[in-house]
C-alpha cells in the first residue's frame, strides 16, 4: 500500500472534502444574511438547492484547487516529506482562503448589486482610489460577516490538521511511478469534468444561468451559485452574442426600435436630470400611496411636496443594478443585461442619446458628479455621449466639502450646480448624487437633524432630499428656471425595510418624476403605467420638439401615439421583461418563466404547454428585443 500512496490519497480527498463542507457553510451564512431578499419556505427546498449548488462547488474548488491537487500527487518522491507537506499547506489555505473570501464579500455585496460577485466588479473598482477605504467600512459594519470568516478559517485549519501524511520512502519505484501515472490520469479526468459540470462531450460547461434549471423562484438561483463560480466563469467572457430568433420585419413592427415624434416646439426648454445615489421608490410617500403598505414611512418630505406639482410614474423601474447601468439607461435608453453594456468592448462606439440630441439642437451640455473626476467611469462614458462639460471634483476645488469617501456632499454641490448651469441657453444639465451611497453618512452639522429609521439609508436619503429642496430654492430665482424642465429618477435601489420591495421585480423599483414650473408643457399627474428609465430620453426628446427619428428602445411617457412598452432589466442570470400582461424570464436562447405582470415576487410561473396567443406573441417579441439589442450594440448600430 505504501508504493500504491494510498495515504496520499486519502488525505487529498480529505482535504477537497473540507472545501465542499465549508463552501456549503459559507452557502447558508450567504442565505442567513440575506434571507429576506432569497426566500426559502422549506428546510427541504434549502437542502435541495444546497445538492443543486454542489455541480457549481466542484467547478469553483476544481478552478482554485487544480495546482493543489497536481502538487499532492506528482510522483516526485518527497512527496510525503514535513516541509513539503508544510508548503501544501500553505498553498492550500493561501489559495483557498483567499477566493472562500469572495463568499463572505458577496454576503454583503449581495445587498447592493442584486447579483453575485463577476469580474465586472473589477470594472467598476479600477475607477475607484478609495477602495481601501470601502473594505475598511464594510468591515465595521459587517462585523458578523468578518468574524464568521476568521472562526470558518480556524476551523478548517484545525480539521485540515486532523489528517497528516506520514513520511515515507517508496520501496519499490516502479509500482510507485506506475500508480502514479494511473492516479494522475484518473485524477485529471475527474478534474476535467468536474469544472465542465458533466462528462457528457455534446454539452457545454455550465454556466450562471443553469443555477435556475432546478430554481422555483429565479432569484434563488444565487443560492445555488457561489462567488468563486461565478467570478471565475465571467473572466474573459462576453455574453454579447448575435442571435437570430424572428426575421427584421418582425422587429420592426413589435419592437420599433426607432421613434419619430412630431412636437411643435416654439421656445426650446432647458433640461435638468438628476439622477439621485440609490434612491429607491420605497422610500417616497408620493410613490407609495397605493401599495397598502402597513404603517408607511416617507423620507422623502420635499420629494413628495413636488410630485403634488409634477407628472409622476408610481411603477417605474430601473434598466440595470449598478450606478453606471443608469447613467446608460437614463441618458441613452441602453440597459445593462447579463454584462453591463458600459463595461463590455462595445461601449466605445457612436450613441444616439438625449445629449447628442441635444447637442444636435444647439443645447450647451453637461455633466455633473462630485466625486473625483473619472470615478464610477462616469467621466469616460460622458466623453461618448457627447457632454461638452464635465464637473466634478477637481472643479468644484473645495475640498472642505468632501465628505472623506466618495464625493462632496450633496447640499454644497447641489448649489454649485445650481448656480453654475444655465449660463448658456438651451441647456441640458445631468446631476448624478453621491451622498446617499454606502456608507450612509451625512455632514456632521445635520447628525441629530433628520429622524431615524430602521435602515442606514433612511437619514442620508432625507439629507439628498433636504439638499434638493435648497436647490430648487435657489434654482427658482435663477432666470433659466420657469422655461426648464426638470426629471428626478434614480440610478437604481438599495437597502429594503418593506416586504413590498424585497419581491424581484420591485428590487428595481424608483421613482420617475417630470416637473416644470412653466404650464404649457402640461407636466402633470400620476400616471400608474409602467415606465423605466430607457423612457427618459424619448420623452425628453419628445418635449423639447426634436422631429427627427431617434433610436430607442424606450418610448415617449408623454406622447398620444400609445406606444406599447417593453420594460427590461436583468438579475445578471437572467432577463426579465414585462411585455404587455405578463412578466417574461428569458436566458439568453429561451423564455423560462411567465408571470402574471402584478406578480412582481415571481410567486407562479405560468409558463406551459397550453400557451394562450398574448404569451406566445410575448415569447417572440423578448427575443425579438434581444435579438436587436445584441444586433445593435455588437454591430455598433446604436446611433
Avoid at 34 to 62: C, P, R
Avoid at 284 to 304: E, H, M, Q, R
Avoid at 485 to 501: R, S
Amino acid at each position: 500500500m505504501k508504493n500504491l500512496r494510498g495515504q496520499e490519497v486519502f488525505a487529498l480527498v480529505y482535504r477537497l472534502f473540507l472545501v465542499f463542507f465549508f463552501y456549503q457553510i459559507a452557502r447558508f451564512l450567504f442565505w442567513f444574511f440575506n434571507q429576506e431578499l432569497v426566500k426559502v419556505d422549506w428546510i427541504s427546498e434549502y437542502l435541495k438547492l444546497s445538492y443543486y449548488g454542489t455541480a457549481f462547488d466542484t467547478t469553483a474548488i476544481l478552478y482554485v484547487n487544480s495546482v493543489f491537487i497536481l502538487l499532492s500527487i506528482i510522483p516526485i518522491v518527497i512527496n510525503t516529506k514535513k516541509n513539503y507537506q508544510k508548503f501544501l499547506f500553505f498553498w492550500y489555505f493561501i489559495t483557498n482562503g483567499i477566493t472562500y473570501a469572495f463568499n463572505f464579500g458577496d454576503m454583503i455585496y449581495y445587498r447592493f448589486s442584486q447579483a453575485r460577485l463577476t469580474s465586472a466588479a473589477f470594472s467598476v473598482a479600477k475607477n475607484e482610489s478609495n477602495i481601501g477605504k470601502v473594505f475598511f467600512n464594510a468591515v465595521l459594519q459587517n462585523p458578523f460577516v468578518i468574524l464568521s470568516f476568521i472562526l470558518m478559517m480556524f476551523l478548517w485549519i484545525f480539521l485540515y490538521k486532523k489528517v497528516k501524511v506520514e513520511e515515507e520512502r517508496p520501496r519499490n519505484l516502479i509500482k510507485y511511478f506506475a500508480s502514479s501515472i494511473v492516479i494522475l490520469c484518473v485524477t485529471a479526468l475527474l478534474v476535467v469534468g468536474g469544472i465542465r459540470g458533466d462528462f457528457k462531450h455534446s454539452t457545454r460547461p455550465i454556466n450562471l444561468v443553469d443555477a435556475n434549471k432546478h430554481v422555483r423562484n429565479p432569484l434563488q438561483g444565487n443560492l445555488v451559485l457561489n462567488s468563486v463560480f461565478s467570478f471565475f466563469r465571467t473572466i474573459n467572457t462576453n455574453n454579447f452574442k448575435l442571435v437570430h430568433f424572428v426575421d427584421e420585419k418582425f422587429i420592426e413592427k413589435e419592437i420599433k426600435p426607432y421613434k419619430f415624434y412630431e412636437r411643435e416646439v416654439d421656445e426650446k426648454p432647458n433640461i435638468v436630470i438628476f439622477i439621485l445615489e440609490s434612491f429607491g421608490k420605497e422610500y417616497s410617500g408620493a410613490f407609495n400611496k397605493n401599495t397598502n403598505i402597513k404603517d408607511f414611512v416617507s423620507y422623502t418630505p420635499f420629494l413628495d411636496s413636488l410630485a403634488n406639482e409634477g407628472l409622476i410614474f408610481s411603477n417605474a423601474f430601473a434598466n440595470g443594478r449598478q450606478s453606471i447601468h443608469g447613467m446608460s439607461s437614463v441618458l441613452a435608453g441602453i440597459p445593462s443585461l447579463t454584462d453591463a453594456f458600459t463595461s463590455s468592448p462595445y461601449s466605445n462606439q457612436k450613441i444616439q442619446s438625449i445629449v447628442s440630441v441635444c447637442n444636435d439642437l444647439g443645447y450647451d451640455t453637461s455633466f455633473y458628479h462630485g466625486a473625483p473626476n473619472g470615478s464610477m467611469g462616469f467621466q469616460g462614458f460622458g466623453n461618448i455621449l457627447g457632454f461638452k462639460h464635465y464637473f466634478g471634483k477637481n472643479e468644484y476645488n473645495n475640498d472642505n466639502d468632501f465628505d472623506g469617501m466618495w464625493s462632496i456632499w450633496d447640499e454644497p454641490f447641489f448649489q454649485y450646480f445650481a448656480k453654475n448651469i444655465g449660463k448658456n441657453q438651451p441647456f441640458m444639465s445631468t446631476l448624478f448624487s453621491a451622498s446617499s451611497h454606502d456608507p450612509f453618512k451625512v455632514p456632521e452639522k445635520y447628525q441629530n437633524k433628520f429622524k431615524s429609521g430602521p435602515l442606514q439609508i433612511h437619514v442620508p436619503i432625507q439629507y439628498t432630499d433636504d439638499a434638493l429642496k435648497k436647490f430648487f430654492e435657489t434654482a427658482s430665482k435663477q432666470p433659466w428656471y420657469q422655461n426648464t424642465i426638470f426629471v428626478i429618477t434614480a440610478d437604481h435601489t438599495n437597502q429594503i425595510q418593506y416586504q413590498e420591495y424585497f419581491k424581484p421585480m420591485n428590487r428595481f423599483a424608483i421613482p420617475l418624476l417630470f416637473f416644470s414650473p412653466n404650464p404649457k408643457y402640461n407636466l402633470k399627474g400620476v400616471d400608474e403605467g409602467f415606465a423605466q428609465q430607457m423612457d427618459i430620453y424619448p420623452t425628453l426628446a419628445d418635449l423639447i420638439g426634436y422631429n427627427k427619428k431617434i433610436r430607442s428602445w424606450g418610448r415617449s411617457l408623454v406622447s398620444n401615439k400609445n406606444e406599447d412598452s417593453i420594460i427590461v432589466n436583468s438579475n445578471a442570470i437572467n432577463e426579465q421583461m414585462i411585455i404587455g400582461n405578463y412578466i417574461y424570464i428569458f436566458n439568453g436562447k429561451e423564455v423560462t418563466g411567465i408571470y402574471d405582470k402584478t406578480d412582481l415576487g415571481l410567486s407562479k410561473n405560468l409558463f406551459s404547454t397550453n400557451l394562450n396567443s398574448e404569451q406566445k406573441l410575448g415569447i417572440e417579441k423578448t427575443k425579438a428585443w434581444y435579438q436587436d439589442y445584441m444586433d445593435r450594440v455588437i454591430n455598433r448600430k446604436l446611433y
